[in-house]
């Protein structure tokens, strides 16, 4: 079999295993961990233990998937807002916000906000730069880091329009705000040095511990920092901010869901292998798959793990846990078998037993359902037509979605 690639947004290819069939008769038979028993075997009964049980589970992903991350535990200084009230045709304020941590280090959020304010809000990490999230000729430039196969350059403007529907979510009564991933930790093996993770570095030390966090783990970070100023900003409401995020920005939405429960809502798009898709099930990427293509995305320690899921001593149905009660989204596409879209469906059916057990109905299905029949119990779902990619039908759903569980406003929107 010839080895499949697919490209997110032009940038690194996913990683396909040349003998993994995409064959459903041929995945072997697993057992999941169960999210409802502690470490120690004991069952969980109640909040209480939940609660107890929510930790131990966010260490095993940060011992063994994520790596550890850390706080706002760091002076972080915010620039006055550059606002121009005249976007989108004069439908939305964009501001400009830079946050600035240590030796230099900054994040820029690009934000758009509706003229009815306060605003709920979605945010995600983008590919290429704030400049190219819509082709507004007057978007500030953010060229701070270069990806070694794909440069962050003029002549990408615009290029991602079509991921982040400017005019539609805000028509939508919603905010989006966005930053480049690489404010954080640039997406190559050698990022880490012009990331924000040697901040944390203690002294004397060069690089990073094998328990210590990846890329995805500082992504997240800074998803967490970016809701820490929607708090002090009196145009957005911090009580109805929804994370997001496609492919492996959909796997840093989950991790930040996890960690940060002031997100009130989290959305996977297609975030496929180490993020909504169960491990165990080796469909499409593997956890050796990762391993190889993407080390820097994760903590040393998943090494261990690469060809040896059955070891993990979790899986991602009890990272999709971790947001319960929140309402969570897990999207997928028909044609992006490489991410598993069975697998993630499973996923979300194996967290519902968490979701139920704190008085929400969970996933409100136990099997596939049709092409474009959106799922909008407490965890949402659909599977579209197309490939691996995030679009304005996939948009319309989470917006109907947040209409729902987050603003308390009747759906509108399926198309």
Known sequence: MTTRRAFLAGL???????????????????????????????KVKNRADWERRRIELLRQFEENVYGSSFGAA????????????????????????TLRFRQGRTLDLLIYLPKKRPAPLFVGVNFRGNHTVTNEPDIPITTKWVYKDARNTETSRGMQASQWPVEQIVDGGFGLATFYAGDMSPDFNEGFEQGIEPLFYRPGQTRRDPGEWGALGAWAWGLSRAMD?????????PHRVAVMGHSRMGKAALWAGARDRRFAMVISNCSGAGGATIARRRFGESAKDLWTHFPWWFCENYAKFSDHEDAL????????????PRPLYVAVAKEDLGSDPRGQLLSAIAATPVYKLLGTDG????????????????????????????TPYDWAQ?????????????????A
């Open 12 to 42: 690194a290819p996913l990683a396909f295993s040349q003998d993994r069939p995409y064959d459903e008769s041929k995945v072997r038979p697993y057992t999941l961990p169960d999210p409802l028993r502690f470490n120690n075997g004991r």
């Open 229 to 237: 100023y929607f708090q002090i900003d009196p145009d957005i409401d």
């Open 363 to 390: 996933l409100a299905a136990s099997d596939m359902p049709e092409l474009s029949q959106p799922v909008m119990s407490r965890i949402g779902f659909h599977i579209r037509p197309g490939k691996h990619d995030i």
């Open 313 to 324: 001593p979790v899986d991602q149905h009890e990272l999709l846990a971790l947001s319960a």
């Open 74 to 97: 760091m002076d972080v200084s915010i620039d006055p807002a550059k606002v121009d009230i005249t976007a989108v045709g004069g439908k939305a304020v964009r501001k400009m916000v």
């Open 398 to 414: 989470y917006m109907a979605f947040a209409e729902k569980h987050m603003t308390g406003r009747p759906m509108s929107r399926h």
